[in-house]
């Protein structure tokens, strides 16, 4: 079990990461990173770290249409995640 909280802490923070980059790169009109990689991250793990970086960012905020995709990925991701402990724990 613990390899999982591993990974799921560091994909978090990552998530976290790039979406506090993705918010300065949108402030200084730079090369984003695209709403398909951040969702991506999301699913795969990054959950909390999505909430966290749309909170303390407020960054996505305001896009509908991505909240939207964001709620329907992190249910996916939370969906998955209990497959795979329910499997972990079988």
């Known amino acids: 079990m613990e390899p999982i909280l591993l990974y799921l802490l560091i ?3 990552l998530t976290l990461f790039i979406w506090g980059y993705d918010k300065q790169m949108a402030k200084k009109n ?5 709403e398909i990689r951040l969702l991506l991250l999301v699913f795969f793990g990054g959950l909390l770290g999505g909430v966290l970086g749309i909170l303390l960012f407020r960054h996505k905020i305001s896009k509908r249409i991505f909240l939207l995709k ?3 990925v992190g249910l996916l991701h939370l969906i998955l995640l209990r497959f795979v402990l329910r ?3 079988n």
């Open 70 to 72: 964001f709620c329907v």
């Open 11 to 13: 994909i978090n923070l």
């Open 87 to 89: 499997i972990l724990w």
């Open 30 to 34: 730079s090369q984003r990173i695209s």
